[in-house]
């Protein structure tokens, strides 16, 4: 049995609503533009400069946001190759 893996828009998510944070609070939070904050919602790359931005907001190391988008993008490919070896 695997554990799931969630994307971290996800884990982004859940963390603002047990804040009670809109969008607008996480970008005062974390100095990210409006746009740029939707995209990471919406499911936009966890980049480098994003996990600063997000460490920021939610006091937890850089880390924390690209071992996220890692994981999610190697469950990503780990699917689409079983998928591939099915046919």
Do not use: K
Not at 5 to 16: G, N, S, V
């Amino acid at each position: 049995m695997t554990a799931e893996i969630w994307p971290p828009a996800q884990f982004i998510r859940d963390e603002m609503e047990y804040l009670g944070w809109t969008v607008d609070d996480l970008c005062r939070a974390s100095g990210l533009s409006t746009d740029e904050a939707q995209a990471i919602l919406d499911g936009a790359e966890i980049t480098s400069e994003r996990a600063q931005a997000l460490s920021s907001a939610f006091g937890t190391g850089p880390i924390v946001w690209r071992r996220l988008q890692v994981s999610w993008d190697t469950s990503l490919a780990a699917e689409l190759d079983r998928r591939l070896s099915e046919h």
